[in-house]
């Protein structure tokens, strides 16, 4: 019997989707024989060369015991006011202050938070990016949200140009992640200050920067990537920046992330959080403290990405000598965007290659649910995502190299019968 007040299509991302289909073959009863290549999450424990160790135990002050603010507390936003300032603003007149920062639990909750206080506007989004956006831009009723496609042939870039583009036809909200969910590529300057160039003064851009330690561009000497850097006064320039501890510090359990912005906005998005979500846990915040300081931050930074740009070196090369097409290797985040065409027919799209997987106790996340839809208002039947998957290199490596056997035996297997069938 239905329950009458229950839409349960409203539920899920896609990433839950897949984790609950692998449910079915049996991923949650025996996880560690899996090997989850579709969690949007990095490896979390303390054994990367040159990473600082995470905190095992913590003090909880008697002070946190009482609600805190909803815009987080005071030490925590000037913390993270000072990063911003010592890594992106050194040489810059206009400074971030606490003011400026709002402290959210996540970054789901901070995007969410902003839709809350946008006016009724055009919304757009780049078509593939980050699964949850569709479920955002699906709840609120101020603003309308608009798909803006980038092209397969240019790697998905997100040129400048197309900015324009779209602001000239009356988007005055422009949302997107950089580094890009799913593809793994970055925009960075001077397109990136050129694209806030465009904005300024025309349009609100919110940047969601939670990759930006994963840049593979510098030599990994540790450079983050962020539109901090372009910002010419804090607080008018309508840039919100939405990062955390979750993934450039390893930490999605502990729910801690925050908004960067001019004050107006933030007072406005740390308001809201009192009928939203409440605010963040107040001793993880206090915990959170000490891992801002900058030279820490610098050298935890240079540590990730020799780490993470050996394990996507690893993927890479063993998915190139199983016949994929790499078209162009990721210059950040943890994910490839893969690219199945010229597999056999039977398992040449998303779907039927994830469902494939599952039989061998790997997961990967279907391309098309990076192709945001979130009025429902278009068929993707015939989406242009329908022939990649993304796959994660954020677990440990022995996880890449069991999901790669995995990945192996699947196409040898459909190679196989393609074969018999033919002879």
Known sequence: MPHAGLDATRSSTGVVWCTERANEYGFQDDPDAWANLGQGAPEVGDDIEGSFPRPKELHVSSSSREYGPTAGIKPLREAVAKLYNEMHRKDKPSKYTWENVAIVPGGRAGLIRIAAVLNHAYVGFFIPDYTAYNEMLSLFKNFAAIPIPLSEGEGYHMHPEKVKEEISRGTSVILTSNPRNPTGRVVKNPELAEIQDICRERATLIMDEFYSGYNYTTDCDGTTISAAENVVDVDEDDVLIVDGLTKRFRLPGWRVAWIVGPKEFIKAIGSCGSYLDGGTNVP????????????????????????????????????????????????????????????????????????????????????????????????????????????????????????????????????????????
């Not at 199983?322 to 040449?348: C, H």
């Not at 799209?349 to 469902?355: A, E, I, K, Q, R």
């Not at 993304?390 to 699947?410: A, H, N, Q, W």
């Open 284 to 423: 993880f915040q206090e915990a959170a403290i000490p891992m801002l300081e900058p030279e820490k931050v610098k050298r935890e930074m240079q540590a990730l990405q020799r780490h993470f740009k050996e394990k996507r070196d690893y993927v890479v090369d063993r998915l190139q000598r199983m016949g994929f097409k790499i078209k162009n290797v990721p210059d950040s985040t943890f994910y490839l965007w893969l690219d199945l065409k010229g597999l056999p027919t039977e398992i040449a799209d998303g779907l039927n290659f994830f469902s494939a997987c599952l039989e061998e106790k790997v997961i990967v996340v279907p391309g098309i649910f990076f192709d945001l839809n979130p009025a429902k208002r278009r068929d993707l039947f015939d989406s242009p995502c329908h022939h990649f998957v993304r796959f994660s290199y954020g677990p440990k490596m022995e996880v890449l190299r069991k999901g790669c056997d995995g990945i192996e035996r699947v196409i040898n297997k459909f190679k196989n019968e393609h074969e018999d069938v033919q002879s």
